[in-house]
């Protein structure tokens, strides 16, 4: 019995002792004696965490007004053949965009010998090119705003007003596009060109006929090219030209009606022409498509037309 008791006394006391080590340890661990506000405030660092993800980048607001003129200076000028340049004008910011619907254009304003002259460009960059706005624009012997633009330096302004267009190019407006260029007519489908071949999603198919007085007349041919070989499944283009050189693959000519059911898309309701050049031009490739099937345009262009005018 007494060995019982010595043997129950000397446990109680080993826990005892042990519970007392531990509880030691437990109070370190929590050091309540330094208090509640000397304990580092943990909270703070994941509320700075949630703060950070909590930060979005601002959309960029577009340059263009379609209400009111805008100046933009001329950062560049280089002329690609006798009577084309190719201008760029620099944007208020090098991350600022245009914010030009593909298919659209720009009214551009000057003072001319004391007259306010205006027309309207389509520029050939878009707003995957931020910090500025390029046009390749052909020099007439009367233009009055051409003339002027030639003549400008670096620095000096013009201004611009848009977007605005009956065009707004979107994937689904139709399986098969179909376009007829003549000279800087090329700018608008070269907008849409790149638009469509640039986007994975969009399936639709495009041909081109691009008509040139020479193969030196032929504007952007290097990026039309390159998308032709990059995308054979979505463009094809076919050049004409008035006078060919030696060893030409391509036509020459006119573009007759023939040419246009051999290289363009048929009729229906999945097709769509679209035509942009001289005005004896457009006349003339507006009755041929009437002959091959396709319905007039009427005298306000419409994006739903079966042909259309830029």
Same mark, same amino acid.
């Given at each position: 019995?007494?060995?019982?008791?010595?043997?129950?006394?000397?446990?109680?006391?080993?826990?005892?002792?042990?519970?007392y080590?531990?509880?030691?340890?437990?109070?370190? &661990?929590?050091?309540? *004696?330094r208090g +509640?506000?000397?304990?580092?405030?943990?909270?703070?660092?994941?509320?700075?965490?949630l703060?950070?993800?909590q930060?979005?980048?601002?959309?960029?607001?577009?340059v263009?007004?379609?209400?009111?003129?805008?100046? @933009?200076?001329?950062? @560049?000028?280089?002329? $690609?053949?006798?009577?084309?340049?190719?201008?760029?004008?620099? @944007?208020?910011?090098?991350?600022?965009?245009?914010? $030009?619907?593909?298919?659209?254009?720009?009214?551009?304003?000057?003072e001319?010998?004391?007259?306010?002259?205006?027309?309207s460009?389509?520029?050939?960059?878009?707003?995957?090119?931020?910090?500025?706005?390029?046009?390749? +624009?052909?020099?007439?012997?009367?233009?009055?705003?051409?003339?002027?633009m030639?003549?400008?330096?670096?620095?000096e !302004?013009?201004?611009?007003?848009g977007p605005?267009?009956?065009?707004?190019?979107k994937?689904? @407006?139709?399986?098969?596009?179909?376009?007829?260029a003549?000279? !800087?007519?090329i700018?608008?489908?070269?907008?849409l060109?790149r638009?469509?071949?640039?986007?994975?999603?969009?399936?639709?198919?495009?041909?081109?006929?691009?008509?040139?007085?020479?193969?030196?007349?032929?504007?952007l041919?290097?990026?039309?090219?390159?998308?032709?070989?990059?995308?054979?499944?979505?463009?094809?283009?076919w050049?004409?030209?008035?006078?060919?050189?030696?060893?030409?693959?391509?036509? !020459?000519?006119?573009?007759?009606?023939?040419?246009?059911?051999?290289?363009?898309?048929t009729?229906?309701?999945? *097709?769509?022409? &679209?035509?942009?050049?001289?005005p004896? &031009? +457009?006349?003339? &490739?507006?009755?041929? $498509?009437d002959?091959?099937?396709?319905?007039?345009?009427?005298? +306000?262009?419409?994006?739903?037309?079966?042909?259309?005018?830029f």
């Amino acid at each position: 019995m007494g060995q019982f008791v010595l043997g129950y006394l000397s446990a109680g006391a080993t826990f005892s002792t042990a519970a007392y080590i531990a509880g030691g340890k437990c109070l370190k &661990m929590l050091d309540v *004696s330094r208090g +509640i506000g000397k304990t580092p405030p943990r909270i703070h660092q994941t509320s700075r965490v949630l703060i950070k993800k909590q930060i979005v980048a601002l959309p960029r607001l577009p340059v263009l007004d379609p209400r009111k003129y805008r100046k @933009l200076p001329l950062a @560049l000028k280089e002329k $690609l053949s006798a009577n084309t340049y190719r201008f760029v004008f620099s @944007l208020p910011s090098a991350d600022a965009v245009l914010g $030009l619907p593909t298919g659209q254009h720009v009214a551009i304003q000057a003072e001319v010998d004391g007259k306010t002259i205006s027309r309207s460009y389509t520029p050939v960059s878009n707003d995957k090119d931020p910090g500025g706005l390029e046009l390749v +624009i052909k020099v007439y012997p009367n233009g009055l705003l051409t003339n002027h633009m030639a003549g400008l330096k670096a620095g000096e !302004t013009l201004e611009f007003r848009g977007p605005k267009g009956a065009m707004t190019y979107k994937n689904g @407006l139709c399986k098969h596009i179909g376009m007829i260029a003549g000279g !800087t007519g090329i700018t608008p489908m070269y907008q849409l060109i790149r638009a469509i071949c640039e986007d994975e999603a969009d399936t639709t198919t495009v041909s081109l006929l691009y008509a040139n007085n020479s193969e030196d007349d032929i504007l952007l041919r290097p990026q039309l090219d390159s998308w032709a070989a990059k995308y054979p499944h979505k463009f094809k283009v076919w050049y004409v030209v008035g006078t060919a050189p030696e060893g030409w693959k391509y036509g !020459t000519g006119f573009v007759t009606k023939e040419v246009i059911a051999e290289r363009l898309p048929t009729p229906s309701l999945d *097709s769509k022409i &679209m035509l942009c050049g001289p005005p004896g &031009m +457009i006349n003339a &490739m507006k009755n041929n $498509l009437d002959a091959l099937g396709f319905t007039k345009p009427g005298a +306000i262009a419409k994006a739903t037309d079966q042909i259309f005018l830029f």
